[in-house]
């Protein structure tokens, strides 16, 4: 699942582990987890079909949010993961990765929340084009 295979390639990546150590959370992260930290969550699989099928092809949307003390810190985290995902080609685990792409940066800090809970915010979204097992109906 693509899933799994890009949280094993951010954590594979020094650049990334640096600043976040194992702090890379599904879903949702733990109550009073340890700054920083990110959360992924795929929001959406596209499926690419021939009048034969399916390719195997798909595009998914990660949406990772990055929370840290500081702007800076959440601006440095985005930086790295940028360095290491846009524009990639190659494996994440065992999936086939096409390419990958910083697609979308929310740079609207929510300031006001940040100084009352001292929690910055950054969010980004990863599109991965990567190749799935599919079933071939037609034997061919």
């Not at 609207?108 to 990863?126: C, M, N, P």
Request: with cysteine; aromatic share 10%; proline share 3%.
């Amino acid at each position: 699942m693509i899933e799994a295979d890009f949280y094993s390639y951010l954590t594979s990546q020094t650049s990334i582990t640096t600043l976040l150590g194992t702090r890379i959370y599904p879903d949702a992260s733990p109550q009073n987890a340890t700054l920083p930290l990110l959360v992924y969550e795929k929001t959406s699989v596209d499926r690419q079909l021939t009048l034969r099928g399916a390719t195997g092809v798909c595009t998914a949307r990660i949406t990772c949010d990055i929370f840290a003390a500081s702007r800076t810190v959440c601006e440095s985290i985005v930086e790295s993961i940028r360095l290491r995902v846009d524009g990639f080609r190659g494996n994440w685990n065992t999936t086939y990765i096409h390419q990958s792409r910083l697609d979308s940066q929310d740079v609207g800090w929510d300031l006001e929340s940040a100084k009352d809970t001292g929690i910055h915010r950054a969010t980004i979204d990863v599109v991965v084009s990567f190749t799935e097992p599919i079933t071939d109906f037609f034997g061919g």
